[in-house]
């Protein structure tokens, strides 16, 4: 008897210690996960923000050759300036993302985090052939931890973009507040996802753009909308997809209304 007892005992100390161990690792996933998307977002970064860079040679240069220009000078230093500004605030976006370890859920301003979210991004997605279109009221707050709002948001936006590549469509982004809840749409034109593929989206590892040679650059990991949905379940929330192969998709998340 006394065996069996300690035995049971050994048991439920294994048990959770393994349920700690699940516990930390999933905390991992979540961190690496909002890497990958940062790693995924430089791929355009990169190229954009020297966009920003390069021309700060040609005013400095132009600003030089002509001191006795006043004119000429101030216009680029001016230049110069708001270019500097702008790869300030996306290199800030970034590490503030990066670094967002806080769990502390505060009201935010939804129009606010999406327009930080482009703004990391560093990308005109007209140069893709694609519309932006953004439908959210400028009073509009969510209850919840900004920096892991913004990831789920980035991820369903870099997936938009992958699925209009390399024709263009358009990507709408549009939220609204009911009795007790805000409702977020994140719909695109693009390729759609098949059927069979619709059940198993949220689930990790499931990917469907294994190909390496994609439009976007990159494959999938297949943890990304199992990261999204992991963070709106935190947020006691949920997140569905309406997907027709051909149509586009129309994935939903709806936040309740905090304090």
Same mark, same amino acid.
């Given at each position: 008897?006394?065996?069996?007892?300690?035995?049971?005992?050994?048991?439920?100390?294994? +048990?959770?210690?393994?349920?700690?161990?699940?516990?930390?690792?999933?905390?991992?996933?979540? $961190?690496?996960?909002?890497?990958?998307?940062?790693?995924?977002?430089?791929?355009m970064i990169a190229h954009e923000i020297n966009n920003l860079l390069t021309p700060l040679a040609s005013y400095a240069d132009l600003a030089l050759q002509n001191p006795e220009d006043k004119l000429l000078v101030e216009k680029a230093l001016r230049k110069t300036v708001r270019n500097c500004e702008r790869a300030t605030k996306v290199m800030e976006s970034m590490l503030a993302?990066?670094?967002?370890?806080?769990?502390?859920?505060?009201?935010?301003?939804?129009?606010?985090?999406?327009?930080?979210?482009?703004?990391?991004?560093?990308?005109?997605?007209?140069?893709?052939?694609?519309?932006?279109?953004?439908?959210?009221?400028?009073?509009?707050?969510?209850?919840?931890?900004?920096?892991?709002?913004? $990831?789920?948001?980035?991820?369903?936006?870099?997936?938009?973009?992958?699925?209009?590549?390399?024709?263009?469509?358009? +990507?709408?982004?549009?939220?609204?507040?009911?009795?007790?809840?805000?409702?977020?749409?994140?719909?695109?034109?693009?390729?759609?996802?098949?059927?069979?593929?619709?059940?198993?989206?949220?689930?990790?590892?499931?990917?469907?753009?294994?190909?390496?040679?994609?439009?976007?650059?990159?494959?999938?990991?297949?943890?990304?909308?199992?990261?999204?949905?992991?963070?709106?379940?935190?947020?006691?929330?949920?997140?569905?997809?309406?997907?027709?192969?051909?149509?586009?998709?129309?994935?939903?998340?709806?936040?309740?209304?905090?304090?």
């Amino acid at each position: 008897m006394t065996s069996i007892i300690e035995k049971r005992v050994c048991l439920h100390r294994k +048990l959770a210690n393994q349920q700690e161990q699940n516990s930390a690792l999933k905390a991992d996933v979540i $961190q690496l996960q909002a890497l990958a998307n940062l790693g995924t977002a430089s791929y355009m970064i990169a190229h954009e923000i020297n966009n920003l860079l390069t021309p700060l040679a040609s005013y400095a240069d132009l600003a030089l050759q002509n001191p006795e220009d006043k004119l000429l000078v101030e216009k680029a230093l001016r230049k110069t300036v708001r270019n500097c500004e702008r790869a300030t605030k996306v290199m800030e976006s970034m590490l503030a993302m990066a670094n967002g370890q806080t769990n502390e859920k505060e009201n935010t301003q939804l129009i606010s985090l999406v327009e930080d979210v482009f703004t990391c991004l560093c990308r005109d997605f007209a140069k893709d052939g694609i519309t932006v279109e953004i439908q959210i009221p400028e009073g509009l707050t969510v209850w919840a931890v900004p920096v892991q709002i913004q $990831q789920v948001l980035m991820n369903l936006i870099l997936n938009a973009r992958d699925a209009m590549l390399p024709r263009g469509g358009i +990507l709408t982004i549009k939220a609204a507040e009911n009795a007790d809840s805000v409702c977020i749409e994140v719909r695109d034109t693009g390729s759609g996802v098949e059927p069979a593929n619709l059940e198993n989206i949220f689930k990790s590892f499931f990917t469907t753009k294994a190909d390496e040679n994609s439009p976007s650059g990159y494959s999938g990991s297949g943890l990304g909308l199992a990261f999204c949905k992991r963070i709106i379940d935190a947020h006691n929330g949920c997140i569905s997809v309406e997907s027709k192969p051909g149509e586009g998709s129309t994935f939903q998340i709806t936040l309740p209304v905090g304090e």
